[in-house]
């Protein structure tokens, strides 16, 4: 049975909500909605209602954010690297251009 902060949608199950998204991913709803408003993620899907659902690879995303952070990254700069394409989750590849 999901949580009701899961949405079973066809294909794309395990869509978690914003307040699970934070705490799997160990930040602040806060600090989560953050990153969003200064475009360092999206949501995976915006539901009709508004509500910002993540997956799996979103909260990964957002724990390399918290990574970087911590490890003395200004949010700015770990920005600036997503948008450069110098990150990459998959086996730490870099994005092909």
Do not use: C, W
Request: no cysteine; proline share 3%; glycine share 10%.
């Amino acid at each position: 049975m999901l949580m009701s902060t899961e949405v079973a949608l066809g294909p794309k199950k395990g869509l978690i909500a914003i307040g699970a998204a934070a705490k799997k991913a160990g930040i602040s709803r806060q600090s989560l909605q953050y990153y969003i408003m200064i475009g360092l993620l999206e949501p995976a899907k915006i539901t009709r209602t508004g509500r910002r659902m993540f997956d799996k690879r979103t909260i990964e995303r957002i724990k390399l954010v918290k990574k970087l952070n911590e490890s003395g990254y200004p949010l700015r700069a770990i920005r600036e690297l997503f948008l450069e394409g110098r990150t990459h989750l998959d086996n730490g590849k870099k994005a092909k251009k």
